[in-house]
């Protein structure tokens, strides 16, 4: 069977717990299409020592491969923040794409969470989740996550990547017109892992 799972949203509102839930109850392959852009961007920025060249980035995103995705930097803010910066680039994300397709398209089922999922990279997936919360609320998880900083910074930080992503010229972040809208600011982790789950298993061959 071939199924694709599609979960967009912006950073710190779940979709990546969401998404990983979603895989473990049904069995799937699951795939944060972040790391690829983290991947690239925290190599681009080590390589050009601190500041990302778009050239270099699109040939570091061309040979990508997927042990790069087991760096543990990866997790920090400034993979976070070059990832933002490398995801504007038209080059990047062409290399990206077929990476992307192929593991959305896997024998067994695949969820993909990111940015464009359900509107650039998966248009035709058969279920398409967008998950989304306040901005303070998002804040306030990212600060718990990091532990160090300030809420206020992280809060600004949070806020001038969202508008990066929605700003840029390619793949912007936006909901997809087909999917689900999935609001975690006053969810447990439990319930909206429950919701997500019900609506993508209604949508599997022969699902209630």
Same mark, same amino acid.
């Given at each position: 069977?071939?199924?694709?799972?599609?979960?967009?949203?912006?950073?710190?509102?779940?979709?990546?717990?969401?998404?990983?839930?979603?895989?473990?109850?049904?069995?799937?392959?699951?795939?944060? *299409?972040? &790391?690829?852009?983290?991947?690239?961007?925290?190599?681009?920025?080590?390589?050009?020592?601190?500041?990302?060249?778009?050239?270099?980035?699109?040939?570091?995103?061309?040979?990508?491969?997927?042990?790069?995705?087991?760096?543990?930097? /990866?997790?920090?803010?400034?993979?976070?923040?070059?990832?933002?910066?490398?995801?504007? &680039?038209?080059? #990047?994300?062409?290399?990206? /794409?077929?990476?992307?397709?192929?593991?959305?398209?896997?024998?067994?089922?695949? #969820?993909?969470?990111?940015?464009?999922?359900? *509107?650039?990279?998966?248009?035709?997936?058969?279920?398409? &989740?967008?998950? *989304?919360?306040?901005?303070?609320?998002?804040?306030?998880?990212?600060?718990?996550?990091?532990?160090?900083?300030?809420?206020?910074?992280?809060?600004?930080?949070?806020?001038?990547?969202?508008?990066?992503? /929605?700003?840029?010229?390619?793949?912007?972040? #936006?909901?997809?017109?087909?999917?689900?809208?999935?609001?975690?600011?006053? &969810?447990?982790?439990?319930?909206?892992?429950?919701?997500?789950?019900?609506?993508?298993?209604?949508?599997?061959?022969?699902?209630?």
């Amino acid at each position: 069977m071939r199924f694709t799972v599609a979960i967009d949203g912006p950073a710190a509102a779940g979709k990546g717990t969401i998404a990983r839930a979603v895989a473990k109850a049904l069995g799937f392959a699951h795939l944060d *299409t972040g &790391l690829l852009y983290r991947a690239v961007g925290v190599q681009a920025l080590d390589d050009g020592r601190g500041v990302i060249d778009p050239h270099w980035a699109a040939e570091l995103a061309r040979r990508l491969e997927p042990e790069d995705l087991e760096r543990p930097a /990866l997790r920090s803010a400034r993979a976070g923040q070059a990832a933002s910066k490398v995801a504007t &680039l038209p080059a #990047v994300r062409a290399a990206l /794409l077929d990476f992307q397709r192929r593991f959305a398209r896997r024998e067994g089922g695949a #969820v993909l969470d990111g940015r464009d999922i359900g *509107t650039v990279i998966c248009p035709e997936a058969e279920a398409k &989740l967008f998950v *989304t919360a306040s901005d303070e609320v998002r804040a306030g998880r990212r600060f718990a996550e990091l532990g160090t900083g300030s809420l206020e910074g992280v809060l600004a930080d949070l806020q001038a990547r969202d508008a990066r992503d /929605l700003a840029r010229d390619v793949a912007p972040m #936006v909901a997809a017109k087909d999917a689900l809208l999935l609001d975690t600011s006053d &969810l447990s982790i439990d319930a909206a892992v429950a919701e997500a789950v019900a609506y993508v298993k209604c949508r599997l061959p022969g699902g209630a």
